[in-house]
């Protein structure tokens, strides 16, 4: 179909967009947020830190959910694919 998005060829690639995102995140979080808080010696900067670095742990555990549910269903539309191809629907 014409307006079918291509998400077997689009996943990969949004996938590595996130991952770099959240790699640059945890980077700067940990090189530059991190030492200026420190810096400053104020409990509430340091607890923005912490708090950042929560945000991004369950930015991480989302993506992983997703990502596992996403192969979960690619690999039942491949069988389902070979089931088709074999004459069994």
Known sequence: PPNV???DGE???LSKDI??????????INTK????AERTGRSQH???VKRYREIL?????????T??????????????RGANAAGGG
């Open 5 to 7: 998005p291509d998400v």
């Open 11 to 13: 996943e990969p690639l």
């Open 19 to 28: 991952h770099r995102s959240m790699s640059a995140m945890t980077e700067l």
């Open 33 to 36: 947020m991190a030492p200026a």
């Open 46 to 48: 340091s607890l923005l």
């Open 57 to 65: 742990f369950d930015c991480g555990a989302d993506f992983s959910k």
């Open 67 to 80: 990502s596992a549910a996403v192969a979960r269903r690619r690999e039942a539309r491949e069988l389902f």
